[in-house]
């Protein structure tokens, strides 16, 4: 790939971010380099690796300012939301090219992702009001009243693979709720979601909106400090497990959005290329690194050739490459770590026997080895008990596996650890309705999948099993950042 691919004017500069802290940028001791997984001399910029006292500085402005925001009228509140909203669409283009040089997403896609990062601040204001208010009925002896509050201080810990959506899926209930936060993103992929909450800082109160860039040391401080009342957290089952111990010794309630593997079900009255072309683009965005991207394909046995020949041909005219250039349709890997996993799961395939086949198209020939590319992959033939069917491969390489009647696929399909999303194929809704309602995931989508247009409106979203606890987005999502507080008013005497 060349390493002359275009870069918009003004951003060859590498950005610079301090800690958000109390409304100021502060300098931090330590810093990380991001760099750009295109092209891995760039320097995309810096963000400080913050240590446990400056998180806990981070924590006691939170904690200040907490009460004076819970106070403020929702009509306020939202009213700033929209001015976030606006300032955020203002600046789309910039944090959208930010997002792919540093993340690897071909940057069309972190331009929708940019749309919905902005209308998350719009959209608090039609469920806000209800969710905050107070319920109340007469009882035996006076009446009772139920009032929902915030927690105080909220952790938000994000991954790397869609840092804006992920981000504003935590900080906005959980601001809107009344709490303030303490963000950390990603180290891998920190600067467009930095930027994105700096600007929303700067029209929020002091103190409510806080970020700590920085690794595991950084993420540790939230967890354990005493006065964070809640932590949201995305990302890997590993983590998530170690944070549950720790947030085990002050109790502190914890919601998780965690991995899944993600089965598609064809149904045998599929339209069949349709299912591939859906399919295909749901599997391979972000080159796979979508925690409810599809994962693994069942088709009936008498189609799984003729839709495993139309899949692969979906997935050749994928055009791999810098995320900058307009052409690209699949970035490369966000880091090595990735990479590496994603290498090997293909190393132990090609030497398995089964129909592995490589495809799509580099824009170049030329800068492959100088980023963290790597050709997407459909293996044709897979079995149940296959590793690239069992694993979350995160990656991109979808294996398709052949079924003999729905009832072998339905428990397939539920034959996971997870349960975050899925999908049902088929040209009769009520049969594909009655398919869906017996898998076990937070959300099933019928004839697509990853793209639901109720999504964040409507849905709540959220995992079974190993695939998390809570829910987020939608009306619903508030509820993990508020708590109920009952008063039972009774007569004196
Ligand atoms: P990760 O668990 O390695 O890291 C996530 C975040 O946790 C990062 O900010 C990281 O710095 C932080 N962290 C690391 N150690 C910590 C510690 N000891 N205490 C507190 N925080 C710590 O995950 P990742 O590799 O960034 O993301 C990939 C995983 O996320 C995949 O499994 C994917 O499926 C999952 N994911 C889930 C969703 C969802 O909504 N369900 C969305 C996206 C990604």
């Keep these: 790939m060349s390493v002359e691919a275009p870069i918009a004017a003004g951003i060859a500069e590498p950005l610079r971010l301090g800690l958000l802290i109390g409304g100021r940028e502060l300098p931090s001791e330590r810093q990380l380099e991001v760099h750009n997984p295109a092209r891995h001399a760039e320097l995309v910029g810096t963000v400080p690796d913050a240590t446990t006292a400056e998180v806990n500085t981070a924590v006691d402005a939170a904690r200040t300012a907490q009460p004076g925001w819970a106070a403020t009228p929702v009509a306020e509140r939202v009213a700033l939301f929209e001015r976030i909203a606006d300032e955020l669409t203002a600046r789309a283009d910039e944090i959208a090219t930010l997002e792919a040089r540093e993340n690897g997403s071909a940057r069309s896609i972190a331009a929708r992702e940019m749309l919905g990062t902005a209308g998350m601040w719009r959209e608090a204001g039609a469920y806000l009001a209800s969710a905050l208010a107070p319920k109340e009925h007469e009882s035996e002896r006076g009446f009772v009243r139920i009032t929902r509050k915030p927690f105080g201080v909220v952790g938000c810990i994000v991954p790397w693979n869609a840092p804006l959506i992920l981000t504003v899926n935590k900080i906005v209930p959980a601001i809107a709720a009344g709490n303030a936060v303490i963000l950390k993103p990603s180290p891998l992929s920190p600067l467009a979601s930095s930027r994105v909450a700096q600007i929303a800082a700067g029209i929020l109160p ?33 983590t998530a497990r170690h944070i549950m111990r720790q947030a085990a010794d002050t109790l502190t309630g914890v919601h998780f959005e965690l991995g899944g593997n993600d089965p598609a079900i064809v149904l045998d009255d599929a339209d069949l290329a349709f299912a591939a072309a859906g399919i295909a683009e749901s599997a391979f965005r972000r080159s796979g690194q979508v925690c409810f991207a599809v994962k693994r394909v069942y088709v009936p046995r008498a189609l799984a050739r003729e839709f495993g020949e139309l899949l692969a041909a979906r997935v050749d005219q994928l055009v791999i490459g810098d995320p ?15 990479l590496d996993h994603v290498r090997q799961l293909r ?14 198209h580099p824009l170049t020939d030329q800068g492959w080895d100088d980023g963290y590319f790597v050709r997407p992959a459909v293996v044709l033939d897979a079995e149940q008990g296959d590793e690239i069917v069992a694993v979350e491969q995160f990656g991109p390489i979808l294996p398709v596996v052949a079924y003999d009647d729905v009832e072998q696929a339905i428990a397939w399909a539920n034959d996971t650890e997870y349960g975050l999303c899925s999908s049902v194929w088929s040209s009769d809704q009520e049969r594909a309705l009655a398919v869906a309602d017996r898998i076990e995931a937070g959300m099933t989508i019928v004839n ?5 247009r109720a999504g964040t409106r409507e849905i709540p979203f959220g995992g079974w099993k190993q695939s998390g606890i809570g829910w987020e987005a939608s009306p619903y999502g508030i509820d ?3 708590q109920f507080h009952s008063i039972d008013v009774q007569a004196a005497r």
Excluded: W
């Excluded at 700590?212 to 089952?237: C, P, Y």
């Excluded at 190393?347 to 089964?354: E, K, Q, T, V």
């Design 206 to 238: 002091p103190g409510i909106l806080n970020v700590v860039n920085g690794g595991g040391e950084a993420g540790a401080a939230i967890v354990a400090h005493r006065d964070v009342r809640k932590l949201s957290f995305t990302g890997g089952g590993e």
């Design 324 to 338: 900058l250039d307009e052409h690209v349709t699949m970035g490369p890997m966000n880091n090595a770590a990735q």
């Design 347 to 360: 190393a132990r395939l090609d030497g398995s026997g089964r129909d592995v086949r490589e495809l799509g």
């Design 448 to 452: 697509s999948h990853l793209f639901s």
């Design 480 to 482: 993990e950042y508020l």
